[in-house]
T-cell receptor
Framework: QVHLQESGPGLMKPSETLSLTCSVS?????????WGWMRQSPGKGLQWIGS???????LYNPSLESRVTISVDMSKNQISLSLRSVTAADTAVYYC?????WGAGDYFDPWGQGSLVTVSS | QSVLTQPPSVSGAPGQRVTISCTGN?????????VHWYVQLPGTAPKLLIY???NRPSGVPDRFSGSKSATSASLAITGLQAEDEAYYYC???????????FGGGTKLTVL
């Protein structure tokens, strides 16, 4: 059974760079699938941030693309998210998820438990 | 505010049938992209409930079903149970926004 576990800083200050790591167990990232990041905030609901394939190929939400980098470390079976120049609007629960390809539009399963990130001065 | 529109809340008594709508446009649902549904209990992560409009992952009871027509989709829950009380979200792909998009979520209350 695939299990995803996020880890992150918890509290951050504006203008800093958010770094989150997702550890995958029960499945080798090397075997396939895209792996992605989501976030959920009271103001904006659920938002797809981006996804990465084992080859390093990435897909990003155009609204965040200028500030986001997603990377993969297959030796550790982990994916990472970097979000630059954070503001209070980036306060959210960040989820790691497996991005499942489907004929007419992808879906996300499973999801990690989430990591709350609060941006405050 | 969300690309896909859902009612903020629905309710029903135990045993009843409820439906949750998800309305999009010609860039997402109306463009032929499939709709997927997730359920979220307070304090937990979303969990896949329906994929590809009307497919249930293993372990999801057949009380849950999905449908899609034109620019909208619906989630139906029959034989409502107390444990169905949760938030429900729809998701699809949007060709204009070039990415996956979600509905704002619907809180289901079991009376």
């Amino acid at each position: 059974q695939v299990h995803l576990q996020e880890s992150g800083p918890g509290l951050m200050k504006p203008s800093e760079t958010l770094s989150l790591t997702c550890s995958v167990s029960g499945y080798s990232i090397r075997s396939g699938y895209y792996w992605g990041w989501m976030r959920q905030s009271p103001g904006k609901g659920l938002q797809w941030i981006g996804s990465i394939y084992r080859s390093g190929g990435t897909l990003y939400n155009p609204s965040l693309e200028s500030r986001v980098t997603i990377s993969v470390d297959m030796s550790k079976n982990q994916i990472s998210l970097s979000l630059r120049s954070v503001t209070a609007a980036d306060t959210a629960v960040y989820y790691c998820t497996r991005h499942r390809s489907w004929g007419a539009g992808d879906y996300f399963d499973p999801w990690g438990q989430g990591s709350l990130v609060t941006v405050s001065s | 505010q969300s690309v896909l529109t859902q009612p903020p809340s629905v309710s029903g008594a135990p045993g009843q049938r409820v439906t949750i709508s998800c309305t999009g446009n010609t860039s997402n649902i109306g463009a032929g992209f499939d709709v997927h549904w997730y359920v979220q209990l307070p304090g937990t992560a979303p969990k896949l409930l329906i994929y590809g409009n009307n497919n249930r992952p293993s372990g999801v009871p057949d009380r849950f079903s999905g449908s899609k027509s034109a620019t909208s989709a619906s989630l139906a829950i029959t034989g409502l149970q107390a444990e169905d009380e949760a938030y429900y979200y729809c998701q699809s792909y949007d060709s204009s926004l070039v990415g996956s998009v979600f509905g704002g979520g619907t809180k289901l209350t079991v009376l």
